[in-house]
């Protein structure tokens, strides 16, 4: 899991994640914990946790290859 900035493992609340949306297409976020991310496979986009905030703007969201979109992390981090 991805360390946060004062060294503790970053994680999402399960049922914060199912209130969650993509800002941009509203669709459902899949949580990446090795990355802190919170993944919309359809607009392409990973947005950060920092301190275990969401970040979700689109201007702070890191474009994903198509790579990731073919193999998303599992919802809720689990595996």
């Keep these: 899991m991805a360390d946060g900035r004062d060294g503790k493992k970053t994680s999402v609340d399960p049922k914060l994640l199912e209130l969650l949306a993509c800002p941009l297409t509203k669709g459902p976020l899949a949580w990446n914990p090795e990355r802190g991310e ?9 947005y950060p946790v920092r ?7 689109p201007s702070e969201a890191r474009t994903i290859s198509a790579e990731d979109v073919l193999s998303p992390p599992k919802p809720g ?3």
């Design 51 to 57: 301190d275990g905030i969401p970040i979700m703007l």
């Design 77 to 79: 981090g689990q595996g």
């Design 38 to 46: 919170l993944v919309s496979r359809v607009a392409k986009l990973a």
